[in-house]
Each structure stands twice: as C-alpha cells, then as structure tokens.
C-alpha cells in the first residue's frame, strides 16, 4: 500500500493507488483544473489535492511552503506533498465543515440566498458569532501581509465552517503571490467578481495589499450585512442582532465604504490598518 505520509514521487496519476472503499468523498468540479478526494488513510481521513499540470503542480507546492510558513491554526496542517506522473500531489489534514460559498450545490445569487445553503445560514447566525470569524480572517491575513504575500483570488468560497463546533479553516489560497505588490499582466485575474477590486480588471495595474482591503471588505458586506450590502433583515423582517443600533450600522457602513473606495489611494492602506480599525469598531 502506498503509503501517502512518507512517498515522494509516484509514476502515475494518484487515484490509480487510492481504495475505492476509502474514498468517500471527489470534487471534480474545481476552477483550479484540480481534482480532490476525501479519503480514509489507515483509518484516518484525509483530503488529497491533485494538480495534472506543471503550471498547476507548480502552485501546489507553493501552497505547501506557504502554509508551512504561515503556521496557523486556520490552515488545514499539510501531512505531504508528491510529484505524480503529471502533477503534484498534496496530503493534508481533513477537517469537516461546509463551504461557505459552495457554488456546485448553491451556485449564483439564488443559491446563497437559499435557505439550506451554508452561505444563507452563516448569515442568520448571531452578530458576535459572524464577527468571530471576520477577526479570524482579518488577523490571517495581517500575519500574511507582514510576510509579504498578496492575497489573489481570495472570496466567501475560501472559506469553510463546522456549525456545531464554529471552527473556521480558510483554504483554497493556490493564487496568493509572494514578494510584494506585482503589475497585472493579464486582462483580469481570476476570482468572483463580487469580491474583485477594480484594478484587478485592468491590465498594467498594480496588485497590492489594497487590493486585499477591498476584498475583506467584500467579505463584511457579503457575511455580515446581507447579499446586497444594504439588506440588514433576518427571514422574520427583524435586524440582525447588534446592527439594529444606528450607530453601530453606521460606523460599519463608512468602514466598508472606505474599504471598497474604487480608487486605491482612497482605502486603508494596509490590511492592518483595516483590521485594526475593524477591531476597534466591534469590540468597544
């Protein structure tokens, strides 16, 4: 038996060495051209991503450094990582939960505004609860900006919650780019265009950490606010819990505004200016 922890290199794709009976999860239908499975290894479950290119391979390793580097508890721990005959493999620990944006079974507006969907229930939860995980996103991404990485493709469909034990993993961060700000050489770059930044359509523009500042401000309206930014009702017509306050509701709305400002030079400039600003809003 292959033994997934400890292999280095195999000479084919990697379902050829996978038992069908432990297999009890694929997901096929990925925007990163990867195909990964649940699987059960000497009885314990783990998750398996598989990249059939070099381009694509080439990210996944990046994606193990970078965890390795970023050590944090939001971040599912990588067992391994191997080449296969046309890719990369990666190993890591499986965490239960539900996408928060699982657009295969929910896709479109429709789909996160249906009541079974993850996204819909995230956004009945109670106020303090939503808050909780936006710091834990926030703060992930402050240690990753001192680490002078640029997030890149980063949205609600990065993240994963378990609603009986509130445990957030945030994953799916092949795109994050290291070494600073970079010049977009492509028309566009790829991600959900609820969450894109203007400047991430321009050719030429430059990809900074505003750009990451106008996503997680995305994020606060997307989790926190309703689908449409203004929308502050729960199913019974009744304020989400803490928002019914003016001032509050106000103060969120001019942080967001100046998070999403279209022109860069107008937003927080770093995200731990936003973060800490954010702090400071919803914990006093």
Not at 18 to 31: A, G, H, N
Not at 165 to 170: D, I, P, R, S, Y
Not at 224 to 250: P, V, W, Y
Request: hydrophobic residues 35%; charged residues 25%; proline residues 4%.
């Amino acid at each position: 038996m292959l033994d997934l922890f400890t292999v280095d290199r195999i000479q084919t794709r990697l379902k050829q060495y996978l038992d069908s009976e432990d297999l009890f999860k694929i997901y096929e239908q990925q925007d990163s051209g990867c195909v990964s499975y649940g699987y059960k290894f000497n009885g314990r479950p783990v998750f398996i991503k598989e990249a059939f290119d070099e381009k694509t391979a080439q990210k996944l390793l990046q994606t193990r450094q970078f965890i390795n580097l970023i050590k944090s508890d939001l971040l599912a721990k990588v067992h391994n990582g191997f080449h296969t005959a046309e890719g990369y493999a990666l190993i890591s620990e499986w965490r239960p939960g539900e996408n928060l944006y699982d657009y295969t079974q929910f896709p479109g507006a429709a789909g996160r505004n249906h009541p079974r969907s993850p996204h819909f229930r995230f956004r009945q939860l109670p106020l303090a609860q939503k808050l909780k995980v936006l710091h834990q996103v926030f703060d992930l991404h402050v240690k990753i900006e001192a680490l002078n990485y640029v997030a890149v493709d980063f949205y609600d469909g990065c993240l994963q919650y378990d609603f009986s034990t509130q445990q957030l993993t945030v994953f799916d961060l092949d795109e994050y780019v290291s070494g600073g700000p970079f010049v977009l050489e492509h028309d566009r770059l790829p991600g959900s265009q609820r969450f894109m930044a203007p400047e991430e359509f321009v050719r030429g523009s430059l990809i900074d950490h505003r750009t990451q500042v106008f996503r997680l401000g995305r994020l606060i309206v997307e989790l926190a606010m309703g689908e449409s930014g203004d929308d502050q009702t729960s199913n019974n017509g009744q304020m989400h819990e803490g928002l019914d306050k003016q001032a509050i509701r106000k103060k969120l709305l001019a942080l967001v505004n100046k998070a999403t400002a279209k022109n860069p030079a107008n937003r927080f400039q770093k995200v731990k200016d936003l973060t800490n600003e954010f702090h400071l809003l919803t914990t006093s």
